[in-house]
Every structure is written in structure tokens, then in C-alpha cells.
């Protein structure tokens, strides 16, 4: 456990807190004007490890080696050179903080951090950290690397720690990540909006899974599992790679799920598509499994949020309007239905996908270039 203390005075600015690992759409702007929830669950903290804030450099401004030295292989819009390790936490823990008037800017519905830290150290003033609750952006406390520290406590009772569970106790923790969810806008004249939607969650883990997946694909078609997950990624995988003929001898790809709980995958499949720890932010691999960066030969694993990949690997039993054999009993009414199916395809996101893509060295590709420089026309296509 741990507690996030002022770098200048050394006041506790948080609850004690667990390290889980940090979401994939932590850094997702979804749709506008919608009201995203908190981004960290209660008592929790992740670090992010890339550099953060300004200064930045544009493009142009840097050299392509030195991008790549630090593991960026395509051109991106502009480059921070932030310090890296920026904390963050579900807003209810932070303690000890006051607003920074000056600093509260905002796109329209609250605060996005764009003022620099809003966020001080109620002992000392020092800032420390910046409030994000503005609409489309995931609610959290992000603090800046260089003006807090991270202090271990002990556990609350006494004793040792908790250690991260195992592979085999992960399924029993919970169902998985649903789908689709119920998405709120700050409306219009006629005040909120509701409606039902791919989860915006599902989205940023496509969009980093579809990066890795043409990654895999070295260029050549992908086919991935019937159902979902074949819903959420085989349109876009048809879209995006090139449809050239392939050189004899040279089969196309196939992704397959694979993971804790699930048969051992088919040995011809060069494709794992397999859960990351949601604590220790360890990628899955079965016994002797190469780097997912490796050789053309070696199997890839394609991560996925453990509770994305969850309910893929082991979806829900099919909702029943009624009991499948005798009758409901007296008394007793069917108030569940289903959520409705949203009306549109799956899309990826966008801004999750690129970040990925770019970070990877199979990006250097001319083909892969090429989709990241048509991404807009992609996103107007409906593939993201």
C-alpha cells in the first residue's frame, strides 16, 4: 500500500492506496459532450510511463532517432518532453488538496487540466496535481510527476500485504467487462440524453489490440474467432489490410483467444489474442511462448484488458426471456430484458489506436504509414 505525498512539505495528499495497472482508455476522449465516469476504482492508483505536460515539440522538431529511441516509429502531432510516472487515482481519494482558481479551465462542462496543475497541496501550496471531470474525458486526479512522491504504508490491521492474485483466481473475481452500456450526454434543450452504446471501454481495448493485430499480420489477411469478437475487430482487419495476393506458400494469419482457463490454442495459429493482469500489468503467454515482438515465426500476443478478454473467452450464457424448461414460478415476473444491441457497428478508437500503432516498430511499414495518414478518412468510413 501506498500514499501520495507532497513533494515540498511532505503532507499525505491521498488515502493509502493499491498499484493496479493503468487502463487502456485512460488517456480516451470519447464521443462530445458525453458524462464518462470515474476512471480508477476506489482505493487504487496507476502510473503512467510515458513523459507528460510541456514542454512539447512538434514533429518536425524531433529527430526521427531520437523518437525512436524513445520507442515512437511514425510521426506523431506533437511530443512531450514532460517527466514520465504521472500518478492517477479515482478523484474521492485525494486528501488534502485545494483548487487552483486561476488554473480551473475548462473545455464546457469542467475541468480538463488544459491551465496546467489545478490542483494544490492544502499545506504548502505547492501544485500538485490536476482535476479532470470535463465532458468526454474519464474523471480523475492526475498527479505531477516531479511535485509528489510515492510512500509505502502498512496495511490497515496489520500484516503483510496482499499478494497480486494468481492467473487461476482472476475469473472468479468478476464477470468480465460488458459490451455495451448505457452512455449519458449533457444533453440538449430538453435536458440529458441516454441511450445504449459499445462501451467506450471496449473501444480504447480494440483500438489497441486492432494496432497490435495488423502488426501481426505482416501484411497478410487476419481472421480472428466467430461472435463477437469477430464483430468488434474482422470488418476493420478486412478494411485495413492491403487485399495484394500472397506470395505462395504464405497462408494468411489467424488469431485465436487464449489464456488462463481456456484449452490449450491451436499450434497453427500464430495469433494469441490474451488477457493482461489487471495488477501486475503482466501479458499472458503459455509455457515457452516467444516475445511478442520477436521472429515472424514466433507466436503474438495481442493484449487485452483481463476484463474485455474475459467476457470473450467466456461469454455469458444467452439471456432467456423464460426459463428454458418449466415455467417461471408464481409470483415471481421477468424484469431483466436484455441491453438492446446498439444500432451501429463496432468502431474502434481512434486516438487509442494510433498511440499504439505508433509505439510499435512494425510501424516503420509503408502500409501501416499509410493507415495511420488516411486515419480520418478511416474514421469517416466507420471503421473507427
Known amino acids: 500500500m501506498f500514499v501520495v505525498v507532497c513533494a515540498g512539505c511532505g503532507a499525505e495528499l491521498t488515502v493509502p492506496l493499491s498499484r493496479v495497472v493503468l487502463p487502456a482508455h485512460a488517456h480516451q476522449k470519447y464521443g462530445n459532450g458525453i458524462q464518462l465516469p470515474v476512471l480508477m476504482e476506489p482505493g487504487t492508483f496507476a502510473v503512467d510511463p510515458e513523459p507528460s505536460g510541456p514542454p512539447w515539440r512538434t514533429w518536425d522538431q524531433v529527430d526521427p532517432e531520437e523518437a525512436a529511441a524513445r520507442g515512437i516509429y511514425a510521426p506523431v502531432p506533437v511530443l512531450s518532453d514532460g517527466e514520465a510516472g504521472a500518478i492517477v487515482i479515482a478523484p474521492g481519494d485525494a486528501r488534502g488538496t485545494v483548487l487552483i482558481p486561476e488554473a480551473a479551465g475548462g473545455y464546457c462542462c469542467g475541468l480538463d487540466g488544459g491551465d496546467g496543475p489545478n490542483m494544490a497541496c492544502g499545506a504548502c501550496g505547492l501544485p500538485v496535481a490536476s482535476r479532470i471531470d470535463d465532458c468526454s474525458l474519464w474523471q480523475a486526479v492526475w498527479f505531477t510527476p516531479n511535485a509528489v512522491r510515492r510512500v509505502p504504508v502498512p496495511v490497515r490491521g496489520g500484516g503483510a500485504a496482499p499478494l497480486p492474485l494468481s492467473w487461476a483466481e482472476l475469473p472468479a473475481e468478476g464477470s468480465g467487462t460488458p459490451p455495451f452500456e448505457p452512455i449519458a450526454s449533457w444533453g440538449s434543450l430538453l435536458g440529458t440524453e441516454h441511450w445504449w452504446s459499445w462501451s467506450p471501454k471496449w473501444e ?51 488469431a485465436v483467444l487464449a489464456g488462463p482457463g481456456r484449452p490449450a490454442p491451436d499450434t497453427d495459429a500464430g495469433i494469441f489474442l490474451v488477457p493482461v493482469h489487471p495488477q501486475t500489468g503482466e501479458t499472458w503467454a503459455p509455457a515457452g511462448a516467444a516475445d511478442p515482438a520477436g521472429p515472424a515465426d514466433s507466436v503474438y500476443r495481442v493484449p487485452l484488458p483481463f476484463g474485455v478478454w474475459q467476457w470473450l473467452a467466456f461469454p455469458p450464457a444467452p439471456h432467456l426471456p423464460v426459463p428454458a424448461s418449466g415455467g417461471m414460478p408464481d409470483g415471481v415476473l421477468r424484469d431483466d ?40 478518412e478511416h474514421m469517416r468510413a466507420g471503421l473507427f
Open 204 to 254: 480504447a481495448a480494440a483500438g489497441r489490440a486492432l494496432a497490435h493485430l495488423l502488426a501481426a499480420s505482416e501484411g497478410r489477411p487476419v481472421t480472428v474467432p466467430g461472435g463477437l469478437t469477430a464483430e468488434v475487430f474482422q470488418r476493420a482487419l478486412d478494411a485495413l489490410i492491403p487485399a495484394a495476393p500472397l506470395p505462395a506458400g504464405l497462408p494468411p494469419r489467424r
Open 337 to 376: 430484458p436484455p441491453p438492446p444491441h446498439p444500432h451501429y457497428p463496432f468502431r474502434a478508437d481512434s486516438g487509442t489506436f494510433r498511440n499504439t500503432l505508433v509505439r510499435l516498430p512494425a510501424a516503420r511499414s509503408p502500409w501501416l504509414r499509410e493507415i495511420l495518414e488516411h486515419l480520418v
